[in-house]
Every structure is written in structure tokens, then in C-alpha cells.
């Protein structure tokens, strides 16, 4: 008999869904769309269906993957979970720790799984630096250096309104903060800055993090003025040598060992042929139907916004925020 195929209830019509809806539809799942605007028009552009209701939508799927704004997050986690429904988010999986250790709480409780979806981890070039500083080819990490820039998101207004969005440290930098706890290890301190253009929209800000062993992350973010250049780059730093990457001139990773044997190539084996929303998008399938946990967890979205909610709070305080390792709930 052949199998039913995945059954997934996206809530949204923003700009992500272009990204997700063809994924689902590529992995041959049945999407059903709801959105207080949209989704009607979504559902035609792509061939799959919609409805008008939450509940209709909830009585239609197993998953629910939730593409709103960000503090509409916690409540439609909630309901799809007391659904019964397994739920992947976009990050951040919530405005606050709090809520998403709600969440949390609530998965566990009525034994759904809950995922964030962070796709920079499935972008190519952070996935094999995470590889190549495994594997040791840089030795121990001890300073990184994480940027992102973009324009300024004036297409929706939620974005500019920090008590919605976090800002941009919570909505766009909190994807170099996931990667750099990845990469680095667990943070003990942040410190943040952030300054905002006078004549435009345009606003900047840095987060220094410091890792459990010393190692310091720099991470950078721009919203620049419209018409801006979407931009990403790192470079990790090692006792052995640097991850370097660009997407400016290469959308791979080079290695510089110095002198050193050589590990492997200068250009790591990768393919940028499949789209790493699809990637993200079939690990967390997978887990749902007893597959292997996919490479990021709700623990580590809850971890990421836990990071940007500090940084917001050392911006507005000028002081650097603890943040230690939390062990069942207390405070290494």
C-alpha cells in the first residue's frame, strides 16, 4: 500500500513561505495554508489548498509549520502542541526565553516534537566550517568573526518595532549568534552595542560573545538603506589556522592551515545544488516520523533567543549580560 502522504498545515503568507511552501511540495507533502491575509492567493500560485479557519487548518495535518511574525509565535505553538501536532517555527522561536521555554514545557508535556527553524545551519558553508572545526583542521577555535547585511525590512512595519521583532539583533543576527554557539561552544558572557542611522532607516549592531573556555565570537549586523547588497561572511581562528568565507566572492569556504600537512582541499567538496530550506525542511520531517533528531534542536532556539535577549539588554544598559549554562533549569 503506498503511504499517506505528509500531511502539513503552514500558517502564514509572508515573504519565508516562498521558501518553505516549495520545499513541502518538493518532499511530495499535502500543504494546506492559513493566514488572516493571503492565503488564498499563496495556495493558487503554488497548487496546494487553503482554508479560513485555524481549526480547519489543525483538522487538516499532522505538522504545523508557523511562518508569522515573531510575537505571534508562542500562541500558535501552543495551539497546534494542544492540537496534537508536531510544530517547526522560524526562528526565533519566540520573543523571549521565557516563551520558549513555554514551549517547551508544552511539547514535552503532551510528547510532540518542536523544531526552530534556524536554516543557516543547512546553508553549505556553516555546515562544513562546523565539519572542518570538528574535525580539528583549525585546532581549538579562539576568535571568530560572524557578519550579515542587508536592507532594512520596510515590508512589513512589525519589523521596525523592536517590542515586536527584537530588532535586529533578535530577527536577523540571531542566526549568526545560533552559528557561533555551534561552532565555539556554549557562552557564558554577551556584550552588545547598536547605533542607528540619523537621516534613513539604516541601523547597526555588534554582540561580542565570550565562550566557556575563553574563545570570543564577534558578530556583526547591518539593516542597511534600501537596495543593499544581502551580504554574509566569517572567519574562524584557530590554534592551527582559519575558516574563511565570503559570499561575495564564493559561496564556499576556504581553509588557510599555513604550513601545516595539509587536511584536505583549498575548496571543501560541497553542493549548492539543493535549497537548504529543503534540507532543514526534511530533517525535521524525518525526526517527527522517529527519524534521527535533525541538527538543531528547540533547546538551541530557545538558547538563541535567550543570547539576543541578553544583547538587547547589555544595549540598553552598557553592561555585558551573564548568560551561564543552564543545568535542569538552574544557573551553572
Known amino acids: 500500500m503506498k503511504p499517506s502522504p505528509l500531511a502539513v498545515g503552514l500558517i502564514g503568507a509572508g515573504g519565508i513561505t516562498q521558501a518553505h511552501v516549495p520545499a513541502w511540495i518538493e518532499l511530495g507533502a499535502q500543504v494546506t495554508v492559513f493566514s488572516h491575509a493571503g ?39 501552543e495551539a497546534a502542541l494542544l492540537a496534537g501536532k508536531h510544530i517547526i517555527c522560524e526562528k526565533p522561536i519566540a520573543l523571549t526565553r521565557a516563551d520558549a521555554d513555554a514551549v517547551s514545557a508544552l511539547a514535552e508535556k503532551v510528547g510532540r516534537q518542536a523544531y526552530p527553524a534556524h536554516v543557516v545551519r543547512f546553508f553549505p558553508e556553516y555546515a562544513r566550517a562546523k565539519s572542518a572545526v570538528a574535525d580539528g583542521q583549525i585546532g581549538t577555535p579562539a576568535i571568530s568573526r560572524f557578519s550579515r547585511v542587508g536592507e532594512y525590512p520596510r515590508w512589513s512595519a ?3 518595532d523592536d517590542r ?14 545560533d552559528i557561533a554557539r555551534w561552532i565555539s561552544g556554549e557562552v557564558t558572557d554577551v556584550y552588545a552595542v547598536k547605533s542607528a542611522s540619523a537621516v534613513g532607516p539604516a541601523v547597526t549592531a555588534q554582540v561580542i560573545l565570550t565562550h566557556e573556555g575563553g574563545a570570543l565570537s564577534y558578530v556583526s549586523g547591518v539593516w542597511g538603506a534600501p537596495g543593499t547588497t544581502f551580504v554574509t561572511s566569517f572567519s574562524i581562528a584557530g590554534s592551527h589556522g582559519v575558516l574563511r568565507h565570503d559570499s561575495r566572492t564564493d559561496a564556499s569556504i576556504r581553509l588557510d592551515g599555513g604550513t601545516r600537512e595539509k587536511v584536505g582541499g583549498t575548496r571543501p567538496d560541497i553542493s549548492l545544488g539543493e535549497s537548504p530550506y529543503l534540507t532543514q525542511l526534511r530533517e525535521f520531517a524525518n525526526a517527527c516520523a522517529g527519524g534521527e533528531p535533525p541538527r538543531v534542536s528547540l533547546d538551541d532556539g530557545a538558547r538563541a533567543v535567550e543570547l539576543a535577549e541578553a544583547a538587547n539588554e547589555s544595549i540598553a544598559t552598557g553592561a555585558s549580560v551573564s548568560v551561564a549554562r543552564r543545568t535542569a533549569g538552574i544557573a551553572a
Open 39 to 77: 492565503a488564498a492567493e499563496l495556495a493558487a500560485e503554488y497548487g496546494v489548498s487553503s482554508v479560513e479557519s485555524l481549526e480547519d487548518l489543525l483538522e487538516s495535518c499532522d505538522i504545523v509549520d508557523i511562518c508569522t511574525p515573531t510575537p505571534t509565535h508562542r500562541g500558535y505553538a
Open 158 to 160: 512589525w519589523f521596525g
Open 164 to 177: 515586536q521583532s527584537g530588532g535586529i539583533v533578535m530577527d536577523q543576527m540571531i542566526h549568526d549568534l
